[in-house]
């Protein structure tokens, strides 16, 4: 199998309102048409394990759990994911995209929610070891505008996150900044405040489709 016929795990990222699912169907849509094999998937939840402890993440009161128990769920998630979803796919030669992954969990639950980045690393290579994306894209807008735009979406029950205030949104949003920083390689940054066109255009060059 030559370079280009390797399949991608393709991770977006962002806060909330910045375009990740809009742009995630465009890319599932643009890889089918070139009969490439592909999987759309997301976090938290993507296997079925992991989606029944979505349930527990994402909806009720913000103050639900703290910082640690809301990560170990997760990490508990992701593995799961990871190793009944996302490897397979792999494995059988299918393109893997999927929306949100391990730098959410840096950017809510260390840069936003205050847990050291360190102890964070160390559960990741706990969990998954050297398993990651091969490219992530990073959905870059201010957290303001991101909000405004779910607003315009309308209400929806899992609305857990979105109930946070802004300074929350602006500590993520600087979160998602440092890590792209520290990882130009694999992440790459788009203005998300660009026209759907434009940054689908951005999103097909990042990940070497032209
Ligand atoms: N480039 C864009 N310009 C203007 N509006 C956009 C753009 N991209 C997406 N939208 C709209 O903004 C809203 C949020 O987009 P989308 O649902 O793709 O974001 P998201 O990052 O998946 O949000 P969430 O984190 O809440 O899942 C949607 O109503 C979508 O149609
Ligand atoms: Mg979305």
Same mark, same amino acid.
């Given at each position: 199998?030559?370079?280009?016929?390797?399949?991608?795990?393709?991770? *977006?990222?962002?806060?909330?309102?910045?375009?990740?699912?809009?742009?995630?169907?465009?890319?599932? /849509?643009?890889?089918?048409?070139?009969?490439?094999?592909?999987?759309?998937?997301?976090?938290?939840?993507?296997?079925?394990?992991?989606?029944?402890?979505?349930?527990?993440?994402?909806?009720?009161?913000?103050?639900?759990?703290?910082?640690?128990?809301?990560? +170990?769920?997760?990490?508990?998630?992701?593995?799961?994911?990871?190793?009944?979803?996302?490897?397979?796919?792999?494995?059988?030669?299918?393109?893997?995209?999927?929306?949100?992954? *391990?730098?959410?969990? *840096?950017?809510? /639950?260390?840069?936003?929610?205050?847990?050291?980045?360190?102890? +964070? /690393?160390?559960?990741?290579?706990?969990?998954?070891?050297?398993?990651?994306?091969?490219?992530?894209?990073?959905?870059?807008?201010?957290?303001?505008?991101?909000?405004?735009?779910?607003?315009?979406?309308?209400?929806?029950?899992?609305?857990?996150?979105?109930?946070?205030?802004?300074?929350?949104? /602006?500590?993520?949003?600087?979160?998602?900044?440092?890590?792209?920083?520290?990882?130009?390689?694999?992440?790459?940054?788009?203005?998300?405040?660009?026209?759907?066109?434009?940054?689908?255009?951005?999103?097909?060059?990042?990940?070497?489709?032209?």
């Amino acid at each position: 199998m030559s370079a280009v016929e390797k399949p991608l795990f393709i991770t *977006f990222e962002g806060g909330e309102g910045s375009g990740k699912s809009t742009q995630i169907k465009l890319l599932y /849509q643009e890889l089918m048409v070139r009969e490439i094999p592909v999987g759309i998937t997301r976090e938290p939840g993507g296997s079925e394990g992991a989606e029944e402890i979505r349930e527990l993440i994402v909806n009720g009161d913000k103050g639900r759990w703290d910082a640690w128990s809301e990560t +170990l769920l997760v990490w508990a998630a992701r593995r799961d994911h990871v190793e009944k979803v996302i490897k397979p796919a792999l494995a059988r030669g299918s393109w893997v995209l999927c929306d949100r992954f *391990f730098d959410s969990t *840096f950017a809510y /639950q260390g840069y936003a929610g205050g847990l050291p980045t360190g102890d +964070l /690393q160390r559960l990741r290579e706990m969990v998954i070891g050297d398993f990651g994306p091969s490219k992530t894209i990073f959905f870059d807008i201010d957290p303001a505008l991101g909000l405004e735009r779910t607003v315009e979406r309308g209400l929806e029950s899992e609305g857990r996150f979105e109930s946070f205030d802004l300074t929350f949104h /602006q500590r993520l949003h600087d979160g998602f900044k440092e890590l792209a920083r520290r990882e130009p390689e694999r992440i790459v940054t788009i203005d998300a405040s660009q026209s759907v066109e434009a940054i689908q255009r951005e999103v097909l060059k990042a990940v070497g489709l032209h």
